[in-house]
Protein backbone atom coordinates (compact mmCIF):
# COMPACT_ATOMS: atom_id res chain seq x y z
CA UNK A 1 0.00 0.00 0.00
CA UNK A 2 1.36 3.64 -0.85
CA UNK A 3 2.57 5.70 2.05
CA UNK A 4 0.39 8.78 2.61
CA UNK A 5 1.77 12.11 1.74
CA UNK A 6 3.14 14.25 4.98
CA UNK A 7 3.55 17.89 5.29
CA UNK A 8 7.23 17.13 5.28
CA UNK A 9 7.32 15.22 1.94
CA UNK A 10 5.46 18.50 0.40
CA UNK A 11 7.92 20.87 2.14
CA UNK A 12 11.31 19.07 1.05
CA UNK A 13 10.12 18.63 -3.02
CA UNK A 14 8.75 22.26 -3.24
CA UNK A 15 11.47 24.04 -1.29
CA UNK A 16 14.18 21.90 -3.51
CA UNK A 17 11.93 23.68 -6.43
CA UNK A 18 13.07 27.02 -5.33
CA UNK A 19 16.61 26.41 -6.78
CA UNK A 20 14.77 27.08 -10.06
CA UNK A 21 14.82 30.46 -9.25
CA UNK A 22 17.81 31.24 -7.03
CA UNK A 23 19.72 33.73 -7.98
CA UNK A 24 17.13 34.87 -11.42
CA UNK A 25 14.79 36.87 -9.83
CA UNK A 26 14.47 38.26 -6.08
CA UNK A 27 12.95 36.19 -3.37
CA UNK A 28 10.29 38.10 -2.50
CA UNK A 29 9.12 37.47 -6.25
CA UNK A 30 10.02 33.02 -6.88
CA UNK A 31 7.55 32.68 -3.82
CA UNK A 32 4.91 33.71 -5.94
CA UNK A 33 5.85 31.32 -8.97
CA UNK A 34 6.35 28.25 -6.26
CA UNK A 35 2.73 28.80 -4.47
CA UNK A 36 1.09 29.19 -7.81
CA UNK A 37 2.54 26.02 -8.85
CA UNK A 38 1.46 24.31 -5.71
CA UNK A 39 -2.24 25.62 -5.65
CA UNK A 40 -2.54 24.60 -9.36
CA UNK A 41 -0.54 21.20 -8.74
CA UNK A 42 -3.41 20.67 -5.70
CA UNK A 43 -6.41 21.81 -7.26
CA UNK A 44 -5.58 19.31 -10.80
CA UNK A 45 -4.98 16.79 -8.52
CA UNK A 46 -8.42 17.11 -6.25
CA UNK A 47 -10.04 17.70 -9.62
CA UNK A 48 -8.49 14.52 -11.10
CA UNK A 49 -9.68 12.28 -7.85
CA UNK A 50 -13.06 13.46 -8.00
CA UNK A 51 -13.29 13.18 -11.28
CA UNK A 52 -12.28 9.47 -10.96
CA UNK A 53 -14.75 9.08 -8.48
CA UNK A 54 -17.76 10.27 -10.66
CA UNK A 55 -16.31 7.79 -13.57
CA UNK A 56 -16.95 4.85 -11.43
CA UNK A 57 -20.44 6.34 -9.79
CA UNK A 58 -21.86 6.69 -13.54
CA UNK A 59 -20.10 3.25 -14.78
CA UNK A 60 -17.33 5.08 -16.92
CA UNK A 61 -19.95 7.43 -18.49
CA UNK A 62 -17.99 10.76 -19.12
CA UNK A 63 -20.08 12.98 -20.06
CA UNK A 64 -21.82 12.66 -16.94
CA UNK A 65 -18.83 12.76 -15.08
CA UNK A 66 -18.24 15.55 -16.78
CA UNK A 67 -21.51 17.36 -15.92
CA UNK A 68 -21.29 16.47 -12.21
CA UNK A 69 -17.98 17.86 -12.50
CA UNK A 70 -19.24 21.69 -12.96
CA UNK A 71 -20.71 21.46 -9.68
CA UNK A 72 -17.45 20.52 -7.68
CA UNK A 73 -15.18 23.24 -5.80
CA UNK A 74 -12.92 24.05 -9.05
CA UNK A 75 -13.79 23.67 -12.02
CA UNK A 76 -10.31 22.15 -14.07
CA UNK A 77 -10.30 23.03 -18.06
CA UNK A 78 -8.52 20.25 -19.67
CA UNK A 79 -5.43 22.55 -20.59
CA UNK A 80 -5.21 24.38 -17.08
CA UNK A 81 -4.45 21.17 -15.61
CA UNK A 82 -0.88 20.41 -14.37
CA UNK A 83 -0.93 17.21 -16.20
CA UNK A 84 -1.32 18.72 -20.08
CA UNK A 85 1.34 21.53 -19.13
CA UNK A 86 3.46 18.61 -17.64
CA UNK A 87 3.52 16.88 -20.68
CA UNK A 88 3.68 19.68 -22.46
CA UNK A 89 7.17 20.64 -20.60
CA UNK A 90 9.32 20.21 -24.19
CA UNK A 91 7.22 22.64 -25.78
CA UNK A 92 8.72 25.80 -27.08
CA UNK A 93 6.48 28.22 -25.61
CA UNK A 94 5.82 26.32 -22.48
CA UNK A 95 5.76 29.70 -20.36
CA UNK A 96 2.87 30.80 -22.83
CA UNK A 97 0.65 27.27 -22.12
CA UNK A 98 1.15 28.31 -18.54
CA UNK A 99 0.00 31.89 -18.40
CA UNK A 100 -2.79 30.49 -21.00
CA UNK A 101 -3.76 27.97 -18.29
CA UNK A 102 -3.67 30.06 -15.22
CA UNK A 103 -5.93 32.09 -17.09
CA UNK A 104 -8.78 29.94 -18.36
CA UNK A 105 -8.42 28.45 -14.68
CA UNK A 106 -9.21 31.82 -13.92
CA UNK A 107 -12.15 32.41 -16.17
CA UNK A 108 -13.80 28.81 -15.31
CA UNK A 109 -13.93 29.80 -11.60
CA UNK A 110 -14.59 33.08 -11.61
CA UNK A 111 -16.50 33.93 -8.20
CA UNK A 112 -13.74 32.00 -6.63
CA UNK A 113 -10.58 33.06 -8.36
CA UNK A 114 -11.33 37.19 -9.18
CA UNK A 115 -11.82 39.76 -7.07
CA UNK A 116 -15.61 41.97 -7.41
CA UNK A 117 -13.67 44.26 -9.87
CA UNK A 118 -12.91 41.84 -12.10
CA UNK A 119 -9.08 41.37 -10.90
CA UNK A 120 -7.82 37.21 -10.82
CA UNK A 121 -5.31 35.80 -8.59
CA UNK A 122 -2.85 34.61 -11.62
CA UNK A 123 -2.93 38.93 -13.21
CA UNK A 124 0.70 39.72 -11.58
CA UNK A 125 2.64 36.82 -12.31
CA UNK A 126 3.73 35.17 -15.59
CA UNK A 127 5.60 32.00 -16.73
CA UNK A 128 6.75 33.99 -19.72
CA UNK A 129 8.00 36.92 -18.49
CA UNK A 130 11.89 37.77 -19.39
CA UNK A 131 12.53 37.86 -16.10
CA UNK A 132 13.16 34.52 -15.81
CA UNK A 133 15.58 34.51 -18.68
CA UNK A 134 16.47 34.69 -22.44
CA UNK A 135 13.95 31.89 -23.94
CA UNK A 136 16.05 28.91 -23.88
CA UNK A 137 16.51 29.55 -20.20
CA UNK A 138 13.30 30.35 -18.80
CA UNK A 139 12.19 26.79 -20.75
CA UNK A 140 14.88 24.99 -19.26
CA UNK A 141 13.90 26.45 -15.74
CA UNK A 142 10.14 25.91 -16.41
CA UNK A 143 10.86 22.44 -17.50
CA UNK A 144 12.60 21.78 -14.32
CA UNK A 145 10.05 23.55 -11.87
CA UNK A 146 7.23 21.10 -13.35
CA UNK A 147 9.76 18.20 -13.28
CA UNK A 148 10.12 18.80 -9.55
CA UNK A 149 6.49 19.84 -8.67
CA UNK A 150 5.48 15.87 -10.98
CA UNK A 151 6.71 14.27 -7.84
CA UNK A 152 3.82 15.13 -5.42
CA UNK A 153 1.02 13.37 -5.01
CA UNK A 154 -1.75 15.66 -3.68
CA UNK A 155 -4.80 13.84 -4.20
CA UNK A 156 -7.18 14.23 -0.81
CA UNK A 157 -6.81 10.22 -0.71
CA UNK A 158 -3.33 9.84 -0.54
CA UNK A 159 -2.42 13.09 2.04
CA UNK A 160 -2.17 12.21 6.03
CA UNK A 161 -4.62 14.81 7.37
CA UNK A 162 -6.91 17.27 6.08
CA UNK A 163 -4.75 20.00 7.03
CA UNK A 164 -1.35 19.49 5.80
CA UNK A 165 -1.55 20.78 2.19
CA UNK A 166 -2.48 24.56 4.09
CA UNK A 167 0.14 24.11 6.86
CA UNK A 168 2.64 23.51 3.75
CA UNK A 169 2.04 26.30 2.51
CA UNK A 170 2.38 28.42 5.87
CA UNK A 171 5.81 26.38 5.75
CA UNK A 172 6.70 27.55 2.85
CA UNK A 173 5.59 31.29 3.40
CA UNK A 174 7.65 31.78 6.88
CA UNK A 175 10.68 30.20 4.61
CA UNK A 176 10.12 32.35 1.59
CA UNK A 177 9.93 35.44 4.73
CA UNK A 178 13.12 34.19 5.90
CA UNK A 179 14.83 34.76 2.54
CA UNK A 180 13.39 37.94 1.28
CA UNK A 181 14.59 40.17 3.89
CA UNK A 182 13.20 43.80 4.26
CA UNK A 183 9.97 42.94 2.39
CA UNK A 184 9.06 40.13 4.36
CA UNK A 185 6.76 41.90 6.62
CA UNK A 186 4.65 43.28 3.82
CA UNK A 187 3.01 39.47 3.74
CA UNK A 188 4.06 37.43 6.63
CA UNK A 189 3.55 37.83 10.49
CA UNK A 190 5.17 35.40 12.30
CA UNK A 191 3.61 32.27 13.74
CA UNK A 192 4.20 32.92 17.20
CA UNK A 193 2.88 36.16 17.13
CA UNK A 194 -0.32 34.90 15.07
CA UNK A 195 -1.06 32.72 17.97
CA UNK A 196 -0.66 35.21 20.33
CA UNK A 197 -2.71 37.33 18.93
CA UNK A 198 -5.31 35.17 18.02
CA UNK A 199 -5.48 33.98 21.70
CA UNK A 200 -5.87 36.99 23.20
CA UNK A 201 -9.05 38.15 20.73
CA UNK A 202 -10.85 34.61 20.98
CA UNK A 203 -13.85 34.90 18.87
CA UNK A 204 -16.89 33.08 19.89
CA UNK A 205 -19.42 31.38 18.05
CA UNK A 206 -20.48 33.07 15.06
CA UNK A 207 -18.00 35.57 14.67
CA UNK A 208 -17.42 37.92 12.04
CA UNK A 209 -13.20 37.83 11.79
CA UNK A 210 -11.27 40.61 9.96
CA UNK A 211 -8.11 41.68 8.66
CA UNK A 212 -7.39 45.09 7.16
CA UNK A 213 -3.89 44.24 6.13
CA UNK A 214 -4.32 40.78 5.72
CA UNK A 215 -1.06 39.86 3.87
CA UNK A 216 -0.73 36.34 2.98
CA UNK A 217 -4.09 35.97 5.15
CA UNK A 218 -1.74 33.81 8.16
CA UNK A 219 -2.72 35.96 10.71
CA UNK A 220 -6.73 35.94 9.71
CA UNK A 221 -6.10 32.32 9.33
CA UNK A 222 -4.50 31.52 12.77
CA UNK A 223 -7.35 33.77 14.03
CA UNK A 224 -9.89 31.69 12.87
CA UNK A 225 -7.80 28.30 13.88
CA UNK A 226 -8.33 29.42 17.25
CA UNK A 227 -12.21 30.65 17.63
CA UNK A 228 -14.51 28.40 19.86
CA UNK A 229 -15.72 26.69 17.70
CA UNK A 230 -16.21 26.13 13.57
CA UNK A 231 -19.35 28.93 12.93
CA UNK A 232 -17.36 32.09 11.86
CA UNK A 233 -17.32 33.84 8.60
CA UNK A 234 -13.59 35.60 7.29
CA UNK A 235 -12.76 38.54 6.03
CA UNK A 236 -9.87 40.50 4.87
CA UNK A 237 -8.26 43.25 2.28
CA UNK A 238 -4.58 43.82 1.42
CA UNK A 239 -3.02 46.56 -0.92
CA UNK A 240 -0.83 44.64 -2.92
CA UNK A 241 -1.74 42.32 -5.71
CA UNK A 242 0.35 39.60 -6.11
CA UNK A 243 0.43 39.35 -1.97
CA UNK A 244 -3.61 39.45 -1.96
CA UNK A 245 -3.62 36.72 -5.00
CA UNK A 246 -1.42 34.43 -1.89
CA UNK A 247 -4.24 35.07 0.38
CA UNK A 248 -7.23 34.05 -1.57
CA UNK A 249 -5.14 30.53 -2.28
CA UNK A 250 -3.98 30.12 1.31
CA UNK A 251 -7.70 30.57 2.10
CA UNK A 252 -8.81 27.52 -0.44
CA UNK A 253 -5.99 25.20 0.87
CA UNK A 254 -7.05 25.51 4.21
CA UNK A 255 -10.40 24.47 3.33
CA UNK A 256 -11.59 28.33 4.12
CA UNK A 257 -13.87 28.52 0.94
CA UNK A 258 -16.36 31.41 1.86
CA UNK A 259 -13.64 33.78 3.18
CA UNK A 260 -14.02 37.24 1.38
CA UNK A 261 -10.34 38.16 0.70
CA UNK A 262 -10.75 41.71 -1.01
CA UNK A 263 -7.93 43.66 -2.92
CA UNK A 264 -7.32 47.65 -2.67
CA UNK A 265 -5.86 49.72 0.00
CA UNK A 266 -8.01 49.70 3.27
CA UNK A 267 -7.69 53.30 4.29
CA UNK A 268 -8.43 55.11 0.61
CA UNK A 269 -10.91 52.63 -0.16
CA UNK A 270 -12.24 49.98 2.11
CA UNK A 271 -13.63 47.39 0.03
CA UNK A 272 -15.86 46.01 3.75
CA UNK A 273 -19.29 48.04 3.23
CA UNK A 274 -22.63 47.44 4.31
CA UNK A 275 -24.90 50.17 2.57
CA UNK A 276 -23.07 53.61 3.26
CA UNK A 277 -20.93 52.18 6.18
CA UNK A 278 -18.33 50.40 7.46
CA UNK A 279 -19.07 46.57 7.80
CA UNK A 280 -19.04 45.70 11.23
CA UNK A 281 -17.09 42.87 12.58
CA UNK A 282 -16.72 40.80 16.25
CA UNK A 283 -12.98 40.27 16.10
CA UNK A 284 -10.47 42.71 14.31
CA UNK A 285 -7.02 41.77 13.74
CA UNK A 286 -4.01 42.91 12.24
CA UNK A 287 -0.29 43.35 11.72
CA UNK A 288 -0.17 46.88 9.78
CA UNK A 289 2.82 48.04 8.62
CA UNK A 290 4.79 50.14 10.28
CA UNK A 291 5.00 54.31 10.37
CA UNK A 292 3.82 53.92 6.74
CA UNK A 293 4.39 57.18 4.81
CA UNK A 294 1.83 58.64 2.62
CA UNK A 295 -1.17 56.95 4.27
CA UNK A 296 -3.75 59.12 2.80
CA UNK A 297 -3.96 62.07 5.12
CA UNK A 298 -4.36 64.39 2.56
CA UNK A 299 -7.72 62.71 0.72
CA UNK A 300 -9.25 61.86 4.30
CA UNK A 301 -9.74 64.95 5.97
CA UNK A 302 -13.31 64.40 5.32
CA UNK A 303 -13.46 60.86 6.07
CA UNK A 304 -16.97 59.70 5.12
CA UNK A 305 -17.01 56.83 7.16
CA UNK A 306 -15.56 59.07 10.27
CA UNK A 307 -13.16 56.83 11.24
CA UNK A 308 -10.99 60.11 12.47
CA UNK A 309 -13.19 61.79 14.50
CA UNK A 310 -10.87 61.31 17.34
CA UNK A 311 -7.97 63.13 15.48
CA UNK A 312 -6.11 62.72 12.10
CA UNK A 313 -2.76 61.05 11.86
CA UNK A 314 0.28 62.85 10.82
CA UNK A 315 1.05 62.38 7.33
CA UNK A 316 4.51 60.62 7.91
CA UNK A 317 2.84 57.66 10.50
CA UNK A 318 -0.05 56.07 9.39
CA UNK A 319 -0.16 53.66 12.87
CA UNK A 320 -3.36 55.18 14.46
CA UNK A 321 -4.99 55.61 11.24
CA UNK A 322 -4.90 51.90 10.83
CA UNK A 323 -5.79 51.65 14.56
CA UNK A 324 -8.99 54.28 14.06
CA UNK A 325 -10.21 51.94 10.99
CA UNK A 326 -9.85 48.86 13.72
CA UNK A 327 -11.77 50.48 15.97
CA UNK A 328 -14.79 51.55 13.67
CA UNK A 329 -14.87 48.23 12.01
CA UNK A 330 -15.65 46.70 15.29
CA UNK A 331 -18.80 46.39 16.69
CA UNK A 332 -19.87 48.42 19.31
CA UNK A 333 -20.44 47.21 22.91
CA UNK A 334 -19.09 43.93 22.06
CA UNK A 335 -16.63 44.30 19.20
CA UNK A 336 -12.72 43.15 20.18
CA UNK A 337 -9.48 44.82 18.62
CA UNK A 338 -6.11 43.01 18.16
CA UNK A 339 -3.03 44.85 16.83
CA UNK A 340 0.54 45.15 16.46
CA UNK A 341 2.28 48.60 16.42
CA UNK A 342 5.93 49.88 16.90
CA UNK A 343 6.70 51.22 20.32
CA UNK A 344 6.26 54.85 19.24
CA UNK A 345 2.47 54.45 19.27
CA UNK A 346 2.71 54.53 22.85
CA UNK A 347 4.29 57.65 23.29
CA UNK A 348 4.29 59.84 20.41
CA UNK A 349 2.90 63.59 21.33
CA UNK A 350 1.02 65.84 18.78
CA UNK A 351 -1.95 64.84 16.90
CA UNK A 352 -1.08 60.87 17.85
CA UNK A 353 -1.27 62.01 21.51
CA UNK A 354 -4.64 63.51 21.18
CA UNK A 355 -5.99 60.80 19.39
CA UNK A 356 -4.38 58.35 22.12
CA UNK A 357 -5.92 60.34 25.03
CA UNK A 358 -9.34 60.29 23.56
CA UNK A 359 -9.03 56.67 22.97
CA UNK A 360 -8.05 55.99 27.19
CA UNK A 361 -11.26 58.89 27.45
CA UNK A 362 -13.58 56.55 25.56
CA UNK A 363 -12.78 53.56 27.63
CA UNK A 364 -11.51 51.30 24.88
CA UNK A 365 -8.18 50.46 25.74
CA UNK A 366 -7.75 47.04 27.12
CA UNK A 367 -4.13 45.78 27.30
CA UNK A 368 -0.56 46.72 25.80
CA UNK A 369 1.91 44.23 25.97
CA UNK A 370 5.35 44.80 25.02
CA UNK A 371 7.11 42.23 22.78
CA UNK A 372 10.85 40.84 22.38
CA UNK A 373 13.23 42.27 20.28
CA UNK A 374 13.65 41.08 16.45
CA UNK A 375 10.37 38.98 15.93
CA UNK A 376 9.73 40.20 12.57
CA UNK A 377 11.10 39.89 9.69
CA UNK A 378 12.10 43.08 8.14
CA UNK A 379 13.05 44.92 10.94
CA UNK A 380 14.79 44.31 14.65
CA UNK A 381 12.98 46.49 16.25
CA UNK A 382 10.63 45.58 19.26
CA UNK A 383 6.79 45.72 19.10
CA UNK A 384 3.98 46.19 20.82
CA UNK A 385 0.09 44.26 20.92
CA UNK A 386 -2.54 46.71 21.71
CA UNK A 387 -5.98 44.92 22.31
CA UNK A 388 -8.81 47.70 22.52
CA UNK A 389 -12.33 46.58 23.84
CA UNK A 390 -15.79 48.14 22.76
CA UNK A 391 -17.50 46.65 25.58
CA UNK A 392 -15.44 47.28 28.64
CA UNK A 393 -18.67 48.60 30.54
CA UNK A 394 -18.19 50.32 33.66
CA UNK A 395 -14.39 48.83 33.96
CA UNK A 396 -11.73 51.33 33.41
CA UNK A 397 -8.04 49.61 34.18
CA UNK A 398 -5.47 48.92 31.78
CA UNK A 399 -3.61 45.80 31.81
CA UNK A 400 0.45 46.07 31.13
CA UNK A 401 2.78 43.13 30.16
CA UNK A 402 6.23 43.32 29.84
CA UNK A 403 7.04 40.57 27.83
CA UNK A 404 10.30 41.89 26.28
CA UNK A 405 12.48 39.43 27.91
CA UNK A 406 10.70 36.28 27.28
CA UNK A 407 11.70 34.46 24.08
CA UNK A 408 14.00 32.28 22.52
CA UNK A 409 16.61 33.05 20.19
CA UNK A 410 16.11 31.89 16.66
CA UNK A 411 18.93 31.37 13.71
CA UNK A 412 17.05 35.18 11.76
CA UNK A 413 14.09 36.11 14.63
CA UNK A 414 14.17 35.65 18.31
CA UNK A 415 10.77 33.33 19.17
CA UNK A 416 7.83 33.46 21.28
CA UNK A 417 7.39 30.13 22.48
CA UNK A 418 4.18 27.95 23.57
CA UNK A 419 5.13 28.66 26.95
CA UNK A 420 5.97 32.51 26.50
CA UNK A 421 2.86 32.88 24.54
CA UNK A 422 0.26 31.13 27.48
CA UNK A 423 1.76 32.96 30.41
CA UNK A 424 1.16 36.60 28.68
CA UNK A 425 -2.87 34.65 27.76
CA UNK A 426 -3.61 33.83 31.15
CA UNK A 427 -2.47 37.40 32.93
CA UNK A 428 -4.81 38.79 30.04
CA UNK A 429 -7.82 36.52 31.00
CA UNK A 430 -7.35 36.92 34.86
CA UNK A 431 -7.82 40.79 34.17
CA UNK A 432 -10.91 40.32 32.02
CA UNK A 433 -12.48 37.94 34.36
CA UNK A 434 -11.76 41.31 37.17
CA UNK A 435 -9.41 38.84 38.74
CA UNK A 436 -6.82 41.62 39.16
CA UNK A 437 -6.22 44.56 41.39
CA UNK A 438 -5.10 47.67 40.46
CA UNK A 439 -0.89 48.07 41.02
CA UNK A 440 1.79 45.37 40.37
CA UNK A 441 0.53 41.90 39.40
CA UNK A 442 3.36 40.37 38.81
CA UNK A 443 7.27 41.76 39.63
CA UNK A 444 8.99 42.74 36.49
CA UNK A 445 6.20 42.14 34.12
CA UNK A 446 2.60 43.19 34.87
CA UNK A 447 0.54 45.97 36.33
CA UNK A 448 -2.88 47.31 35.69
CA UNK A 449 -3.02 51.00 35.70
CA UNK A 450 -6.36 52.53 36.57
CA UNK A 451 -8.15 55.65 34.61
CA UNK A 452 -5.94 58.31 37.02
CA UNK A 453 -2.89 56.89 36.41
CA UNK A 454 -2.86 57.05 32.90
CA UNK A 455 -3.98 60.64 33.40
CA UNK A 456 -1.51 61.52 35.57
CA UNK A 457 0.95 60.31 32.71
CA UNK A 458 -0.32 62.21 30.41
CA UNK A 459 -2.18 59.42 28.32
CA UNK A 460 1.82 58.12 27.94
CA UNK A 461 1.64 54.12 27.54
CA UNK A 462 5.31 53.56 27.63
CA UNK A 463 5.73 50.50 29.10
CA UNK A 464 8.26 50.93 31.47
CA UNK A 465 6.05 53.80 33.34
CA UNK A 466 4.09 51.15 34.84
CA UNK A 467 6.10 47.99 34.49
CA UNK A 468 9.30 48.45 36.36
CA UNK A 469 12.55 46.12 34.99
CA UNK A 470 14.85 48.21 36.94
CA UNK A 471 17.72 45.28 38.29
CA UNK A 472 20.27 47.12 40.66
CA UNK A 473 23.59 46.33 40.04
CA UNK A 474 25.02 44.16 42.50
CA UNK A 475 27.14 45.82 44.86
CA UNK A 476 30.94 45.78 44.52
CA UNK A 477 32.84 44.92 47.51
CA UNK A 478 35.81 47.25 47.64
CA UNK A 479 38.25 45.28 49.76
CA UNK A 480 37.75 42.25 47.94
CA UNK A 481 38.52 43.82 45.26
CA UNK A 482 41.98 45.37 46.48
CA UNK A 483 42.55 41.98 47.83
CA UNK A 484 42.44 40.24 44.23
CA UNK A 485 44.68 43.32 42.65
CA UNK A 486 47.02 42.44 45.47
CA UNK A 487 47.74 38.80 44.33
CA UNK A 488 47.29 39.34 40.67
CA UNK A 489 50.47 41.57 41.20
CA UNK A 490 52.33 39.01 43.18
CA UNK A 491 51.46 36.98 40.72
CA UNK A 492 52.68 38.49 37.78
CA UNK A 493 56.24 39.53 39.63
CA UNK A 494 56.63 36.08 40.00
CA UNK A 495 56.21 35.40 36.57
CA UNK A 496 57.95 38.59 35.28
CA UNK A 497 61.93 37.25 37.50
CA UNK A 498 60.89 33.56 36.34
CA UNK A 499 60.80 35.40 32.51
CA UNK A 500 64.49 37.22 33.33
CA UNK A 501 65.69 34.29 34.69
CA UNK A 502 65.03 32.53 31.38
CA UNK A 503 66.18 35.43 29.03
CA UNK A 504 69.57 35.52 30.92
CA UNK A 505 70.23 31.65 29.97
CA UNK A 506 69.49 32.31 26.52
CA UNK A 507 71.79 35.23 26.35
CA UNK A 508 74.30 32.97 27.29
Known amino acids: MKSKVKTKDINSVVWNACDTFRGVIDPSQYKDYILVMLFLKYVSDVY ?58 EESNR ?39 VKLDLTPSHLEGKDIIGDAYEFLIANFAS ?52 NFSLYGQEANGSTW ?8 LHGFDNASIRWGDTLRNPKHIE ?18 DKWGQDELEDDKFSRFSRGLPPKSKGDWA ?88 GKNQNELLPEHIERIVLTYEDFKADKLSPGIIEEKYSYVATYKELQENEFNLNIPRYVDTFEEEAE ?31 EL
Open 322 to 409: FISHMIESAYEGTGKVGVVVPHGVLFRGSAEGRIRKKVIEDNLLDAVIGLPANLFFGTGIPAAILIFNKGKQNRKETLFIDASDHYVS
Open 48 to 105: SEKHEDYLKKYNGDKERADRAMQLERFVVPSNSHFNFLYDSRNEDNIGELIDIGLADL
Open 179 to 230: DAGKKAGEFYTPAGVSTLLAELTKSKSGARIYDPTCGSASLLIKAAQEAEDN
Open 275 to 292: GDALMKFDTVVANPPFSL
Open 245 to 252: ALAVMNMF
Open 476 to 506: IDITAVQQEIDTLEKELAKVQEEMRGYLKKL
Open 111 to 149: EKLTSADGAGIFRNISFNSSNLGDKKEKNARLKNLLQDF
